[in-house]
């Protein structure tokens, strides 16, 4: 296990489709974070995950997205009905946490998948 | 709200130093990091500051004043890989202690011959 994977890496889909994409994260980390990153500007924080379950969910994870990781280890973010604002590159981050609060501060970030909405 | 403001660009010779500035504005505050993306690719952690000081790692430096909630980034004897976008980060407060990253736009780094 050498990082985190993502796959797809590109995905070009048309308005109205839905689209899933899946996160391996590093085996023994965790914590699973989701975001997304449109040209120019810093990764967006969407959601995340303390093993399978799922304590946070930014207000810019709109209805149409949702994202699960049913045994703690892959992640799926899926969006329904795609829009062309979803074009975006949607990034996927581990990170470890230990008992007694301890939180890693380095996140290690997945290649990404970058989707277009035509 | 929470907000973090980094110049856009910076552009520098090889050989010479660069500071990359970020101040932040955040409802709560755990640490500041520094994340290196080259085109194309994922972020890379490069340094974290929780307390005031100076961290030094190799050629890279990173400072923070939680007084002035600003901080720094200083890349020593650039190279041409060093060309990339800098961005800086803090982990916020949140409703369960997430480790969530709060990214500012990032500083595109150019380094000429």
């Known amino acids: 296990d050498t990082g985190v994977s993502q796959d797809p890496r590109h995905k070009i889909t048309k308005r109205g489709q839905n689209v899933t994409f899946r996160c391996d994260p590093i085996s023994e980390h965790n914590r699973l974070y989701w975001y997304r990153q449109t040209l120019g500007q810093g990764p967006e924080f969407l959601t995340y995950?303390?093993?399978?379950?799922?304590?946070?969910k930014s207000r810019l994870l709109s209805d149409r997205f949702s994202a699960e990781r049913p045994k703690g280890s892959f992640s799926t973010l899926e969006i329904q009905r795609t829009e062309q604002g979803d074009s975006a590159m949607y990034l996927c981050?581990?990170?470890?946490?230990?008992?007694?609060?301890?939180?890693?501060?380095?996140?290690?970030f997945g290649p990404g998948t970058r989707l277009t909405v035509t | 709200g929470q907000s973090l403001e980094q110049p856009s660009e910076v552009t520098a010779v090889e050989g010479a130093i660069v500071q990359i500035n970020c101040t932040y504005q955040?409802?709560?505050?755990?640490?500041l990091s520094w994340y290196q993306q080259h085109d194309g690719g994922a972020p890379t952690f490069l340094s974290y500051n929780a307390l005031d000081g100076l961290e030094e790692t190799g050629r890279f430096s990173s400072f923070l004043s939680r007084s002035d909630s600003y901080g720094y980034l200083l890349l020593q004897e650039l190279q041409m890989k060093d060309s990339a976008s800098y961005f800086c980060a803090v982990r916020a407060h949140g409703s369960s202690n997430t480790g969530k990253l709060i990214f500012g736009q990032g500083t595109t780094l150019q380094v000429k011959p």
């Open positions: 955040t409802s709560g505050f755990y640490g």
């Open positions: 981050a581990s990170s470890l946490s230990a008992s007694g609060g301890f939180v890693s501060y380095e996140q290690y």
């Open positions: 995950f303390q093993n399978e379950a799922q304590l946070e």
